[in-house]
């Protein structure tokens, strides 16, 4: 009895004839020059990765980045310009090209090319050549993006008057941004009696100093509204004793928050 005999063997197109291992390419011609993508590259690259993540966090946290100057809606004049790793596309829409009826040219046709031509990069020149004179089509085309990059952010700043704009644009520091309840009964106590010196939000004026994050009880705001503190005259406050209180009140919700 002759087992198998007459059997047939069917193909499974699915599997190739000449069994390929999963091996990496051999690359002992550079001794030390190469390692295994998974675990050690990868760990390294997120090992400095965190490093960075972390780093930055901590900066915002102890440098928090300031807002703008509020917005001023009866200033005509002011022209709301992007930040300035923006300055260069804003500066594209402002030639003939790639403005008026040819908007869509400047908003997505030219960067849509530049940005496309990001990811043909490896196709359009994948020679094994790592030296720049190796790859002219790649880095021809890195040059281009740079210099145009570094142009066209460099017109569109120097027609800026920055000293100016960053006066209009004084940044608000985040411990002094607290919402006044102008509602609130105190805000019309302090609005007739306080506010010419000390400011219509609390953030200080000419004549006194900010009212926001002091260090002091409501018993010695009381007190200093009276009979005033150093440089600040007494008798600021007229008006009853309940009228004190909502004032005082309304200076320490304003520090609690
Ligand atoms: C004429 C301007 C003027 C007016 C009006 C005025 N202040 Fe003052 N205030 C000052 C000056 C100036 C200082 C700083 C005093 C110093 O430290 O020498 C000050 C300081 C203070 C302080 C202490 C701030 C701190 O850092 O501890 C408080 C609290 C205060 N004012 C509350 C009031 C209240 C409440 C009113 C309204 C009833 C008022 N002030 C009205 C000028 C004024």
């Known amino acids: 009895m002759h087992r198998g005999k007459g059997m047939k063997f069917v193909g499974d197109s699915r599997i190739s004839a000449e069994r390929?291992?999963?091996?990496?390419?051999d690359y002992s011609e550079y001794p030390g020059r190469t390692e295994a993508f998974w675990p050690n590259f990868l760990l390294k690259e997120w090992l400095v990765g965190s490093v960075f993540l972390v780093g930055f966090l901590s900066l915002t946290l102890a440098h928090?980045?300031?807002?703008?100057?509020?917005?001023?809606?009866?200033?005509?004049?002011?022209?709301?310009?992007?930040d300035w790793y923006f300055l260069f596309l804003y500066?594209?829409?402002?030639?003939?090209?790639?403005?008026?009826?040819?908007?869509?040219?400047?908003?997505?046709?030219?960067?849509?090319?530049?940005?496309g031509a990001l990811l043909l990069a490896p196709f359009l020149d994948n020679g094994p050549g790592r030296r720049p004179y190796q790859r002219p089509i790649a880095v021809g085309m890195m040059l281009l993006?740079?210099?145009?990059?570094?142009?066209?952010?460099?017109?569109?700043?120097?027609h800026v008057d920055w000293e100016t704009r960053a006066e209009q644009n004084k940044p608000i520091h985040p411990d002094e941004q607290?919402?006044?309840?102008?509602?609130d009964p105190g805000f019309a106590i302090y609005e007739s009696n306080c506010l010419s010196c000390h400011g219509d939000d609390l953030s200080g004026g000419g004549a006194g100093p900010s009212l926001i994050g002091i260090d002091r009880s409501a018993e010695e705001i009381a007190t200093i509204a009276t009979d005033g503190v150093g440089s600040m005259p007494a008798d600021q406050f007229t008006g009853s004793d309940e009228e004190l209180d909502q004032l005082v009140e309304f200076i320490m919700s304003v520090n609690e928050e």
């Open 20 to 25: 390929k291992h999963n091996i990496p390419k």
């Open 145 to 158: 993006a740079v210099t145009s990059v570094i142009w066209l952010t460099y017109e569109s700043a120097a």
């Open 64 to 82: 928090p980045s300031p807002l703008e100057g509020v917005a001023d809606p009866t200033d005509a004049a002011y022209v709301p310009l992007p």
């Open 91 to 115: 500066e594209l829409l402002k030639y003939d090209f790639a403005s008026g009826p040819y908007t869509l040219m400047g908003i997505i046709v030219i960067p849509g090319l530049a940005f």
């Open 178 to 183: 607290v919402n006044i309840d102008t509602e």
